[in-house]
């Protein structure tokens, strides 16, 4: 099983849908958890850490389910600047974090 | 507010012909890592380098070189470039720890090997 793994996509869906990208991991003792967003040819950029509890940000909200070993991103009211490649991100124990690869979500009007 | 400053931004370079690829970040970040990423694809681990005098191989070393003499500079070398080498290449940071801070990202160097 890979370290992370993610649905590459893509995602195709109309403005003002709500769209999920889930990500799993293999590393039971994982603790730190992250989505990044990359736009096309463009450095990955932070989107939101994402805790225990769940985390909410605007129309973001990154949740993390330890049993079953996946986070979740959840997209309310998508908007054309949403389409993006949205990068799933998890600490494997005292190495590196590790970059899934990616899953691309395009945002039609 | 330069964050990660990676230079230059596109490079063509010929097969055999060396180069580095400069990287400085003003954030006192002891941790910086080097990517590459091939069209389409996701980000490889080519080296990182956990404080000043102190680097490791990340995935995908092979064919390249890393030094650490500041905090602020970690410069990749190319020895011997190669086509497989074309890509894009990231430099980036992460403060006190490399398991649990997230990184930030330099914007990138394109690089191309005839």
């Known amino acids: 099983r890979k370290e992370v793994e993610q649905d590459p996509g893509p995602f195709n869906v109309p403005e003002g849908a709500t769209v999920a990208f889930n990500c799993t991991y293999s590393n039971s003792a994982s603790q730190s958890f992250f989505w990044y967003r990359q736009d096309c040819r463009k450095e990955p950029k932070l989107l939101m850490s994402v805790y225990s509890s769940g985390n909410e940000d605007g129309r973001f909200t990154a949740q993390l389910n330890r049993a079953s070993q996946y986070i979740s991103l959840l997209i309310r009211d998508s908007k054309l600047s949403d389409s993006a490649t949205y990068l799933c991100?998890?600490?494997?124990?005292?190495?590196?974090?590790?970059f899934g690869k990616g899953t691309r979500l395009s945002v039609i009007a | 507010n330069a964050g990660v400053t990676q230079t230059p931004k596109f490079r063509i370079l010929k097969i055999g012909q060396s180069m580095t690829l400069q990287c400085t970040q003003d954030m006192n970040h002891n941790y910086m890592y080097w990517y590459r990423q091939d069209p389409g694809m996701g980000l490889k681990l080519i080296y990182y380098s956990v404080g000043a005098g102190i680097t490791d191989k990340g995935e995908v070393p092979n064919g390249y070189n890393v030094s650490r003499s500041t905090t602020e500079d970690f410069p990749l070398r190319l020895e011997l470039a190669a086509p497989s080498q074309t890509s894009v290449y990231f430099c980036a940071s992460s403060g006190d720890s490399y398991s649990n801070q997230p990184q930030h990202f330099g914007d990138g160097t394109r690089l191309s090997i005839l």
């Open positions: 991100v998890v600490n494997s124990g005292n190495t590196p974090l590790v």
